[in-house]
């Protein structure tokens, strides 16, 4: 098995640890194309979002609430995206959950255009719709 690169993660040239508490750590890259991208990470190996305890959903709660102030004050964005991507088709290419926060900007090419006008894009279309029966 591969060698899981957010397990233990203490930064890196990428990337530093911002925030730290029991059960998750904010991880805030560098020099990203939107300032103060960063993202949460559960400190115990989980591969989804699914897989968290409640533990780990209240901190990382606590922490995004702690994050959003701490982006707030230093690069002051206009919005965000917030999410989860879920196995290779939903997004995910790390196994192991981390749910990305990404400041937004007016002056963005793609600002006011969040995951779901990418997702509800014609070209989106799948050729055959599931039936729940």
């Excluded at 963005?108 to 509800?120: D, F, R």
Aim: proline share 4%.
């Amino acid at each position: 098995m591969k060698e899981c690169p957010f397990c233990g993660f203490k930064g890196d040239s990428m990337a530093k640890v911002v925030l730290e508490n029991e059960y998750c750590i904010y991880m805030q890259y560098y020099n990203h194309n939107l300032e103060g991208k960063g993202i949460i990470i559960p400190k115990k190996h989980r591969e989804t979002v699914f897989d968290l305890s409640k533990d780990e959903w209240e901190a990382t709660y606590d922490m995004l609430h702690e994050v959003k102030r701490i982006v707030d004050e230093e690069f002051n964005p206009d919005g965000y995206n917030v999410g989860w991507n879920v196995g290779e088709v939903g997004g995910q290419s790390v196994f192991h959950a981390h749910l990305h926060v990404t400041p937004r900007y007016k002056d963005e090419p793609y600002a006011g255009k969040g995951i779901n006008h990418w997702l509800k894009s014609d070209k989106n279309t799948r050729n055959k719709l599931r039936s729940r029966k």
